[in-house]
């Protein structure tokens, strides 16, 4: 990431988790002549214990220095979680620049026992993707479900971008805004971590420029390297299908991650894909 996108993703997330945060649930009263909502940069610093004028600076994003025991303060004044604490990390802290390798620009492999998981998942839809989420790898049941990715040229297969221009997926989750928010809070956490790469800023403001609704979910600023969350589809040939998203991190030095889309047990989805997969619709 170049410095000036790092310095203004650091200042639009610092503002995001301000607005978030009711002033009652710090023991502050609402007040009648709040323009924002959210707390003022007063505010947070006062319960970050710093002045005024350092936290306006960074939130104004201001190349200057601070500590991890500054941040950790800002972090609990605005309440950040796990994942919301490190993605502030990475970007507020110039040592975070060279924390991951750089990009080799080849494909990551993936090894045959991976592959192997793909295949035994036989009714779970599961799709392998890299830290830009771009698919390297998926099962049959994940090309019924939501496309055959084998169709779409290798350069162009990024879940991000597909998302925002395949009517199939937009047309497939009963509630698109939720699912994609769960795909755009772990790529804000791979935007974080690999703050060196400028992939990611050119990328977000192509999205930015282009899709208007993608703007408009990334300004949300949701941070989460594993979101667990059921996911209701409506699919064209067999109907309601009910899956528990579970994403998990590969091991090795390929930073692969694996989405594994579990059928609920209590729905008939498990049932339907199976028809679905075998031919048939009917049922």
Same mark, same amino acid.
């Given at each position: 990431m170049k410095p000036e996108a790092r310095l203004e993703a650091l200042s639009e997330f610092l503002k995001t988790q301000r607005s978030k945060i009711h002033p009652h649930t710090?023991?502050?009263?609402?007040?009648?002549?709040?323009?924002?909502?959210?707390?003022?940069?007063?505010?947070?610093?006062?319960?970050?214990?710093?002045s005024t004028t350092w936290y306006t600076w960074l939130e104004?994003?201001?190349?200057?220095?601070?500590?991890?025991?500054?941040?950790? #303060? $800002?972090?609990?004044? =605005?309440?950040?979680?796990?994942? *919301?604490?490190? &993605?502030?990390?990475?970007?507020a802290l110039e040592s975070s620049m060279h924390t991951k390798p750089a990009d080799t620009g080849e494909?990551? #492999? $993936?090894?045959?026992? =991976?592959?192997?998981?793909?295949? *035994?998942?036989? &009714?779970?839809?599961?799709?392998?993707?890299?830290?830009?989420?771009?698919?390297?790898?998926?099962?049959?049941a994940a090309a019924h479900v939501f496309l055959d990715f084998e169709m779409i040229p290798e350069q162009e297969r990024n879940m991000i971008k597909l998302l925002f221009t395949?009517?199939?997926?937009?047309?497939?989750?009963?509630?698109?805004?939720?699912?994609?928010?769960g795909f755009l809070a772990i790529f804000?956490?791979?935007?974080?971590?690999?703050v060196a790469d400028p992939w990611y800023s050119d990328f977000v403001q192509d999205m930015t420029q282009n899709y208007p609704d993608f703007r408009d979910l990334w300004n949300e600023?949701?941070?989460?390297?594993?979101?667990?969350?059921?996911?209701?589809?409506?699919?064209?040939?067999?109907?309601?299908m009910l899956?528990?998203?579970?994403?998990?991190?590969?091991?090795?030095?390929?930073?692969?991650?694996?989405?594994?889309?579990t059928p609920v047990q209590s729905s008939k989805t498990e049932a339907k894909l199976a028809r679905l997969m075998e031919g048939t619709s009917q049922g």
């Open positions: 710090v023991g502050l009263p609402p007040g009648t002549r709040r323009r924002t909502p959210g707390l003022r940069r007063e505010e947070v610093a006062a319960l970050a214990g710093v104004q994003g201001r190349d200057i220095k601070v500590s991890p025991s500054v941040l950790d #303060a $800002i972090a609990g004044a =605005l309440q950040l979680n796990t994942d *919301e604490r490190k &993605y502030l990390y990475d970007l494909n990551p #492999a $993936i090894s045959p026992s =991976l592959s192997r998981i793909l295949q *035994e998942l036989r &009714y779970c839809p599961t799709i392998i993707s890299d830290r830009r989420c771009h698919i390297v790898g998926w099962n049959a395949k009517k199939e997926l937009r047309s497939l989750a009963v509630n698109w805004e939720h699912f994609v928010r804000r956490a791979y935007y974080g971590q690999y600023s949701a941070v989460s390297t594993a979101p667990e969350v059921l996911i209701e589809f409506r699919h064209a040939k067999v109907g309601k899956f528990d998203l579970t994403s998990l991190q590969v091991q090795g030095h390929a930073d692969l991650r694996c989405s594994v889309y």
